[in-house]
């Protein structure tokens, strides 16, 4: 009697459970939904750092199309890399899923990383490269081809005869060398393009200085590239004063509002862009599909627009140049 | 034919009624609760995306109302523009204003622009410029950037073309005035002169794009859904996402919404996930996409899932348990009625089953409760009558050899042999002879009435040679009763009575006697043992009656053995009647059926 009692049950709940396992597949297979945790760590979260603006939100786009909140730290100064080790220290013992970090180039921050690799947390660096091994997984602006897509703009604007200087900031800046490297790539296919490489150690009147000994030198050249935005607005302000502008056609990197005006005043030939939206988003997409077990490509590469006078205009680029729409009169 | 034998899968294949009921009931209730919850659940999603779609609608027309009246907004500025005397005048070729007067005309249309700005702070800028060169804005002092060509501004040359009617443009940077980029939406006019032939001017409002902006950035439609405006020309004029389709990361159904006619909807199915796009129309060009997931539309859809589950699953509990409980109150009474009969197998025939309601089971109880205590009487019955019988049989065994009976006899034949009466010697022998012959034959039960007749003659005999002259006796007995049958050794026990109680302690008042008749009444035999003994009085009588002869049972076959016996083989109907009389004498009537 009891053991038949305990067979009907166990018949029973079988029954629920297969008749309650097919409706539920039936009927509610649909996507998963995520609720997973990212936390996105960026070099700067100043409003006025548009750069790292744009790329915070392009991450929380992407956090969007999946219904996903989302978590972006980073220090209020740029360059505060010891308060980036602590957020990221922080965000660690929060035990999310993946960090999207853009990290500063600091000693400690392999190690803090691996650590956070070894707590089963994905990893996605973006915007700059890290030593670490094994790599982690890397979202970047590929520097290279935007270097490449300078020369190739200088070539153009010098109609084949390109005679170039290249101010940079520093040997040590990793996106500097490699814009350097897509650049020479281009440019040492001709005999003698290449004048020099100076460094202008991130300072605008040192840039000024450099291209007013240059000039006054018995080189001559018809284009100057800028590898940093202080460097363009450096050699600008002489290009300017010394009526330089337009005959010797400055090529730089980077966007802000006084380059823009550059161009529309056509001191600046034509300025090599990132897309910092598009970083933000691939990077967390990245580390949705890292999350879901999907596979990643190790390192993701971000294209760069050329933008001049003529093109600065359209619609894309207009979205480029000023990604805020700001309510500020 | 193993082949052909079919296996028959009973419809309640438990061995418990209950069980049986229970599993039917919690079977039927399952697929109950599983069908209502599955079209509970298929109406509510249904009920859902209805009711989400029509939000959306709702929420299009709401944003499409609010970009209206902005645009409305800005219309009307420029119709004010138009019909300002002072802004013509300021314009016009032919005005004869001198340099100073310009500058009192640029003061007023300045303010009066202006004023209209400190309203509104949804307009970034109103201005005027004139084909004469001239231009004025809602800033003191205009400084314009020199490096953007006035004529080469899209809203310019479109104002320029569409002659007089305003023009919307896609949403751009404005950068005509100095060190100033903002995102607007702009709207230009040209303006023409009184006479309404000649063009004059081109006006310019600006719009905030941040309005538009925070208007469709602030809609909700699901965690996923957004909103997207394009213009009649396929230009996004705002989508969320627009870096990512300029970069080719996204596609967007630009070309199914253009498409699309005002108010309709589509739906989209692609790696994206399913979604629909709901598609208004504005006055100006423009096309307002909705774009909302179902499986987010439905937020609530695993809510939906869960909550149904949930109150299936507690509605299912709760109907299980009653089905066991219903089950249980139905099959209970069978279940007693079960236990009762068990005790019944087991020999227990006192039971009576509880009866509850008169329904079939209890009708059931009934008719067991009936058969049970017709089984109990029969059985009590019968066991009586064995054991009566035994009782009986073993006292009339006991009375064939009745030892004193014997002793006495034998020693009166001793005592006639020592007189050297051989004949009565002879007589009286051979008389206990033809007696224990006839009381040993066991065989049967039933003897004619004529070896019964022969018995009691023998024992009066001997009883007679015993007492001699106290003892006198008749017998009287029909010749057509002969034939019938009657238990053996009926009229001993009465004789030997009257003989021991009678007549013996008389003491010679009167000769003992003894008439035995024997007749045929009706359908009946009755035989009667009369003596003119000492008699009883009624309270011995009713002892008699009452206890059958438990005080002379030592003394021979009682009357109840008797009486017992002609009960047991012919019925309640017959049996012994006694009459007497104290001083007078005892009568035993004894009545027993024709028998052949």
Known sequence: MRKQRFTIWLILAILIGAIYSVYYFKLFGGPSIHDNSIAVILKSLNVRMDFWQTVNKGAETAAKEVGMELNVLGPLQENDADEQIRILEEAIEQKPEAIVIAPFADDRMSAILAKARSAGIKLVVIDTPLDMNPMPV??????????????????????????????????????????????????????????GVSYANNSEDRAYEIVKQL????????????????????????LKEQQWAGVIELIGFD????????????????????KPFNMGYLGVKTALKLIDGNKVDP??????????????????????????????? | MPRDRIVRIPLFPLKSIQSNISLAFSLLI???????????????????????????????????MNIQSYVDNMENISLLALTNKDVKYYISDNSFISTENRRTYEKRISDLFQAILYTRNDIASI???????????????????PNAILEEQAWYKTAKSASGKSVISAPHVQNIIQNEYRWVVSLSRELKSTDGIKAEGVFLVDLNLSIINDICSNINLGKKGYLFIVDNNGNIVYHPQQQLIDSKLRTERISDVIQASSGSS??????????????????????????????DLIASKD???????????????????????????LSKPIKDLQSDMKQVEKGNFDIQTEIGQMNEIGQLGRSFNLMVSRTKFLMEETIHNQENKRKSELLLLQSQINPHFLYNTLDSIVWMAEQKQHEEVVLMTSALAKLFRASITKDQELVPIRVELEHITNYLLIQKMRYTDELDYVLDIDESILGYKTVKILLQPFVENAIYHGIRNMYGIEDGRITIRGRESNDQIVFEVEDNGLGMTPEQLDKIRINGDENSRNQGIGIRNVNERIKLYFGHEYGIQIRSEIEVGTCVTITIPKLE
């Open chain 2, 266 to 295: 589509f739906v989209a199915k692609d790696g994206d996930g399913k979604r629909i796009y709901s598609v208004q129309d504005t006055n100006f060009g423009w096309k307002i996409a909705g774009v909302a997931y179902t499986d």
């Open chain 1, 138 to 195: 890397i979202v970047s602006n590929d520097h290279a081809e935007a270097g490449r897509l300078a020369g190739e703009t200088a070539l153009s604007a010098a109609k084949g005869h390109p005679t170039v200087a290249i101010i940079s900031d520093d040997p040590n800046s990793e996106i500097s060398e490699e814009r350097l490297t897509g650049l020479l790539e281009v440019l040492n296919r001709y005999e003698d393009s290449v004048i």
């Open chain 2, 303 to 329: 809510e939906l899932r869960n909550s149904i589950l949930l109150y299936s699953l507690f509605g299912l509990t709760i109907s299980l348990l009653i089905s066991v409980w219903l089950s249980h109150r």
């Open chain 2, 30 to 64: 399952l697929a109950a609760i599983v069908l209502t919850s599955l079209v509970s659940y298929q109406v509510s999603v249904d009920a859902v995306e209805r009711n989400s779609n029509g939000y959306i609608e709702e929420v299009i027309k709401q944003v499409n």
């Open chain 1, 299 to 329: 390192v993701t590469y971000i294209e760069s627009n050329v933008i001049t006078r003529e093109n600065m205009y359209t619609p894309e680029n207009q979205k480029l140049l000023f990604p805020f729409i700001n309510n500020n009169k």
């Open chain 1, 255 to 274: 966007s802000s509002v006084d380059e823009i005006q550059l161009l529309e005043s056509g001191t600046l030939k034509a300025a090599i862009v990132q």
């Open chain 1, 215 to 238: 000039l006054g030198a018995d080189k001559p050249f018809n284009t100057i590239i800028t590898l940093n935005e202080t460097a363009t607005l450096g050699v600008a302000k002489l």
């Open chain 2, 127 to 145: 201005m005027v410029f004139g084909y004469n060169g001239r231009f004025v804005s809602d800033r003191r002092i205009t400084s314009l950037n």
